[in-house]
């Protein structure tokens, strides 16, 4: 079913900015709204086809690792969707309400980028299958936005120090890349 996913040569023509930066990764293939929602592996198909999704035809897929997105009509959902191979997993995430507290400094756990506590969510996701239903969850703390691809993009100019920021981007893409498969394994373990 996903078996057409196309390979697009990951240097494009013509980028300005930051977008200069070399990708590491080949493109990431653009997900359907079909992908998406037959993706889900810890959602209920009902819930599935009723989740709300980002604006896909704006999402900018050369730099993105994954696509996370909190609902726009439940205050504590979100999703992460990602290319497993050729196949779309896609997972429902909820967060703790209960926030970091304030002036605490945050870490998300999957692009490792440290920030001010408040942009930073314990999400939990129920395991897919029987672990699931009986109430398993695994829990991370993430980005409360869901967009580490847009925040591990951002880099200081060139400088002596760092004279090729596309290196940086490069090595966080890479780390990023690594934690989100292994939290979508820890999910997905004995489904
Ligand atoms: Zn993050």
Known sequence: MHSQRTRIPSRPVGRVGYNELAPTKEIVRALTEDDIRTGFVNATDNEAQR????????????????????DARAAHRGYLAYWRGDEAVVIALRECEVPLARGVGGMCSLCHTPQPGYQVSLFTAARAGEAG????????YMCADLACSIIIRIVSPP????????????????GLQKRVES????VLKNA
């Open 183 to 186: 939290f979508i394994d820890s």
């Open 51 to 70: 989740i709300p999704l980002p604006g896909l035809h704006e999402v900018i897929w050369r730099d993105r690792e994954f696509l996370g997105w909190r």
């Open 159 to 174: 400088s002596d120090v760092q004279p090729d920021p596309s290196l940086v981007v490069a090595r966080r893409a890479d």
């Open 133 to 140: 239903r009986d109430g398993n969850t695994v829990g991370m």
